[in-house]
């Protein structure tokens, strides 16, 4: 159904699923971490999150799918509260 018929905009979203080359997570170099005292919950890392590898839960909490994130630290530059760290790996 499209807007015309539901009066209702539809946002595509997709679940990150393994590809060719493997889980996008194998190739992080850097680990985003969130200090939930910071997080103010708006999802701003999750609406930008290229992967589709930031979760949410029913009270608003946000976190990693580290199986799914590539480090690239977009989630970390679009957050307001600067609540999400880059540590490096290993
Ligand atoms: S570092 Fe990139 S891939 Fe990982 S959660 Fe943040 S935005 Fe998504
Ligand atoms: S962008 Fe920052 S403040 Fe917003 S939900 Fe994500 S970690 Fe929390």
Same mark, same amino acid.
């Given at each position: 159904?499209?807007?015309?018929?539901?009066?209702?905009?539809?946002?595509?979203?997709?679940?990150?699923?393994?590809?060719?080359?493997? #889980?996008?997570? #194998?190739?992080?170099? %850097? %680990? @985003?971490?969130?200090? @939930?005292?910071?997080?103010?919950?708006?999802?701003?890392?999750?609406? +930008?999150? @290229? !992967?589709?590898?930031?979760? %949410?839960?029913?009270?608003?909490?946000?976190?990693?799918?580290?199986? +799914?994130?590539?480090?690239?630290?977009i989630?970390? !530059?679009?957050? @307001?509260?600067?609540?999400?760290?880059?540590?490096?790996?290993?």
């Amino acid at each position: 159904m499209n807007k015309a018929k539901t009066g209702r905009a539809k946002v595509a979203l997709s679940k990150p699923s393994e590809g060719a080359s493997g #889980l996008t997570g #194998l190739w992080r170099l %850097r %680990r @985003p971490v969130i200090d @939930p005292a910071k997080c103010t919950k708006c999802h701003l890392c999750w609406l +930008y999150c @290229p !992967e589709g590898a930031i979760a %949410r839960g029913a009270d608003g909490a946000v976190w990693m799918i580290y199986e +799914y994130c590539k480090g690239c630290g977009i989630c970390s !530059e679009v957050c @307001p509260s600067k609540s999400i760290s880059l540590v490096k790996e290993g």
